[in-house]
């Protein structure tokens, strides 16, 4: 991708702030290089700090400087960041870009399956006070008639819950 093809306004008006991305509809992850620099580039000094390469998963480019631009900007606790085109392509770094990059992969994979495990949860969550409910009456009591339906159920949830914790346990960001 070269900047002929891509227009980067520096500024926030209600259009979008990338334009002319390439039409991409293919689902499948690959990896891109994402270039980003904050503030630093309005540094007159010339002592400014360069711009961040990030190497990451995405099925397209747009999602791929959408992840990017949001890493950098929570890293650099700013909303004063850009994506620079010239410098961004789909691939991994090549030729200069091949020495310091940040390699994001891992840590959005990380992301996805601890999204998917919070979905998880919450779809068990949901299921178990469905469930739980029919057994406790409008004071939050359980009648002693229903005590061994509740319990089961409960006993039920804290197995299938079990699961849940130990696959938590595997995504605590050690190898």
Avoid at 16 to 23: F, I, K, S, V
Avoid at 121 to 130: G, I, K, N, Q, V
Wanted: aromatic share 8%.
């Amino acid at each position: 991708m070269t900047s002929e093809h891509l227009e980067t306004p520096e500024r926030y008006g209600g259009e979008p702030l990338y334009g002319n991305l390439p039409a991409d509809y293919r689902q499948n992850e690959r990896p891109f290089t994402v270039t980003v620099i904050g503030p630093e580039r309005h540094d007159c000094t010339g002592r400014s700090g360069s711009a961040t390469r990030y190497v990451l998963d995405a099925c397209s480019t747009e999602k791929a400087w959408a992840a990017a631009l949001a890493w950098h900007m929570a890293a650099e606790e700013t909303p004063d960041c850009m994506v620079v085109a010239d410098e961004s392509y789909e691939g991994l770094p090549q030729g200069d870009h091949k020495l310091g990059h940040t390699d994001l992969r891992a840590a959005h994979k990380r992301r996805r399956e601890l999204d998917d495990l919070a979905d998880d949860a919450t779809e068990m969550l949901a299921r178990y006070d469905c469930l739980t409910s029919v057994y406790v009456t409008d004071d939050g009591q359980v009648p002693p008639e229903w005590r061994e339906a509740y319990d089961n159920t409960r006993r039920s949830f804290w197995r299938d819950g079990w699961g849940l914790v130990r696959n938590l346990s595997s995504l605590d960001g050690r190898d």
